[in-house]
Each structure stands twice: as structure tokens, then as C-alpha cells.
């Protein structure tokens, strides 16, 4: 008797099928928790917006319960290294806590997190000098480099400090939709943030620091709502005065008129999702390094 034929397209055809039927139980079952982990997102940010709902007197450990993979001891060891109390509630955390508890549901959700940072402040309080301090110690943090019409200072780079370019070139870069934001500083030149470098390094999963004026600050927050904004404060007003006086770069007059402006920018920092206190440069550049963190990325 010849051997029963073995029927080989038959057990192909069934594994195949088997291997289908996994991979979307696989797809099926990372949707669910990716959804989960998104409404988990989105109770957050109704619990910060709206301070006396239902979403802001849960606890954040609660929150991290909802979600299906996350036992009490994962929950516990999370809330551990996001630095967040066990009874916090939601609506009680700090600007911190918030940016670190929203980047890391991102994260888990395959959202990308917020990790673009304006450093805004006052003429004088040390914008400059901590950036320079954040590009110098923190290589990780990129920088976004400005494009300005006004002519360099002595020691500054192009493509470092800024882009120098002419005025023909930055009405260019306005008109071909090139600047995320731009604005006229101290009534003189244009400053503006090239969109391309910036989108590029968010998509790397890199963290961005921008130096732009309240102006620049402002318009960042209405077109990427997510970007988190950083105030820049002097110790003392007698201190912002020696800095910009001390720094020898303005003549009497337009010193005067940048001490105005200060003034009106300096009542804007309630705006603002966290202040810094420039008192120590290395201090204070941690300080904005911090608050830029991203938990396990
Ligand atoms: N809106 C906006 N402001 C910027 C940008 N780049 C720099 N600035 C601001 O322009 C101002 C002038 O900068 P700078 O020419 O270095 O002079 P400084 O204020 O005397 O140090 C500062 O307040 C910066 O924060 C930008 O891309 N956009
Ligand atoms: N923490 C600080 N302590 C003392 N001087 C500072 C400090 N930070 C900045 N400065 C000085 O203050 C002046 C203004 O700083 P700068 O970075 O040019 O300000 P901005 O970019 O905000 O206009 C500079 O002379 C700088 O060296």
C-alpha cells in the first residue's frame, strides 16, 4: 500500500492562518492599551484644566491604574521615578510633575511627548548666558539657532549664535512658510525660529530649547499648545538693571527703553508655565534642564 499522501498545503495554509490571527490579537490588544493609556492622557489634562472636576481630585495612582498592564507595584515604582507622591491627586500636581506624568503617558501611548522648551524673560536676566551655558554642558538639549536681520556682534558665529541674514532672505523665509514664529525685538531688527530644524530634532525624540522673546513665547504657545513655556527671572529688579548696564552693549538711552520693556514683560510671567530664578547660571541652566526631563527616554 503507497503512504497516505501528506497533505503539506494544508498545514501550511492552517499556520498561516494561526500566524494572521496573531498578529492581529497582537495589533487588537496594543490598540486597547494604546487607547487606554491616550484616555488616561486625556483625564490628566481635563483634571488641569478644569481644577474642581472629577478628574482633578483623582489620584494620580489611580489614573495609572486604569491602565490594563500597570499593576499597584509597577504603578507604585512609576509614581517613584516620576518623583510623585502616592496620594497625589491630579489636579495637584506641579508644573513639573505635570510635564513629566504627560511625556511619559506620551510616550507609552507611541505619542510623541512635548519636549520643545521656550526660555523667555526680560532684556538682560541672562537668556543668553544660560543657553550658552545649557549648549555647553547639556549636549542633549538642541538648540534652536534664530535667524535675525541684525548684524553680528563681535565673537558671534553664524549658524551658531544665529543666522545672519538679509532682510530679502528673511522675508523669504516668512513667505515660503519656513519660520515657526518671528517677531520685531526692541522696536529694531527681525528674530525668527526656523520650523525646519526644529521638527526635524522632535522627530529624532531630541529635546528643544528655544531663546526667543515674550512675543516669540507667545505665538509658540498658540501654534504647539504642548511646548512648554519657561520664565527667566532676575533675583532682584536692581540686579536686572546691573546686568544690562554691566553688560556695556546699549548706550544710555536705549537702556532706558529696554528697563520699560522689561517692566511690562516682567508682569507677563504668570503667563508662563514655570519661572527659573537666574541667580547662579550653572543653577539655573539645571533648573531648566530638569523641568525639560524626560523620564526613560
Ligand atoms: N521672537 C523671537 N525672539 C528671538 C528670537 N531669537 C532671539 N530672540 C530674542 O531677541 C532678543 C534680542 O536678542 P539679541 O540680539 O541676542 O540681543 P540681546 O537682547 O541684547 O541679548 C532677545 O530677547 C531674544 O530672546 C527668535 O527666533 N524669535
Ligand atoms: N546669573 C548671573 N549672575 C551674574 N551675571 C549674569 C548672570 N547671568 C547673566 N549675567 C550677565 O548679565 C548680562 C546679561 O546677560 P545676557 O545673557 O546677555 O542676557 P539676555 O540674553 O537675557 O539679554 C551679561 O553681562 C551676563 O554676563
Request: aromatic fraction near 4%.
Amino acid at each position: 500500500m503507497s503512504p497516505r499522501p501528506t497533505p503539506p498545503d494544508v498545514d501550511r495554509v492552517a499556520a498561516g492562518i494561526a500566524a494572521v490571527a496573531a498578529r492581529r490579537a497582537r495589533a487588537a490588544v496594543k490598540n486597547a492599551v494604546a487607547t487606554r493609556e491616550r484616555t488616561a492622557l486625556d483625564v490628566a489634562e481635563t483634571g488641569w484644566a478644569e481644577p474642581e472636576s472629577a478628574e482633578a481630585s483623582l489620584r494620580v495612582r489611580e489614573l495609572l491604574g486604569s491602565i490594563p498592564s500597570l499593576g499597584p507595584t509597577r504603578t507604585a515604582r512609576i509614581l517613584d521615578e516620576l518623583s510623585i507622591s502616592d496620594k497625589k491627586r491630579v489636579g495637584g500636581l506641579g508644573v513639573r510633575q505635570r510635564v513629566v506624568l504627560r511625556d511619559y503617558l506620551q510616550a507609552r501611548a507611541g505619542g510623541r511627548p512635548a519636549r520643545l522648551t521656550v526660555l523667555a524673560g526680560p532684556t538682560a536676566v541672562g537668556k543668553g548666558t544660560v543657553s550658552t551655558y545649557i549648549r555647553e554642558n547639556y549636549p542633549d538639549v538642541s538648540l534652536s539657532v534664530s535667524a535675525t536681520t541684525r548684524k553680528p556682534r563681535p565673537g558671534e558665529v553664524d549658524g551658531v549664535h544665529y543666522y545672519f541674514v538679509s532682510d530679502a532672505e528673511f522675508d523669504r523665509m516668512i513667505a515660503e512658510n519656513e519660520m515657526l514664529e518671528w517677531a520685531i525685538v526692541h522696536n529694531s531688527y527681525r528674530y525668527g525660529t526656523p520650523r525646519g530644524p526644529i521638527d526635524a530634532a522632535l522627530a529624532e525624540g531630541k529635546r528643544v530649547l528655544l531663546e526667543i522673546d515674550l512675543q516669540g513665547a507667545r505665538s509658540v504657545r498658540a501654534v504647539m499648545p504642548e511646548a512648554l513655556l519657561v520664565f527667566l527671572l532676575p533675583p532682584t529688579w536692581a540686579e536686572l538693571v546691573r546686568r544690562l548696564t554691566g553688560r556695556g552693549t546699549e548706550d544710555a538711552a536705549e537702556q532706558q527703553r529696554r528697563l520699560e520693556t522689561a517692566r511690562v514683560e516682567l508682569a507677563a510671567q504668570d503667563e508662563f508655565d514655570a519661572k527659573v530664578v537666574n541667580t547662579e547660571v550653572s543653577e539655573a541652566a539645571r533648573e531648566v534642564v530638569e523641568l525639560m526631563a524626560v523620564p526613560g527616554a
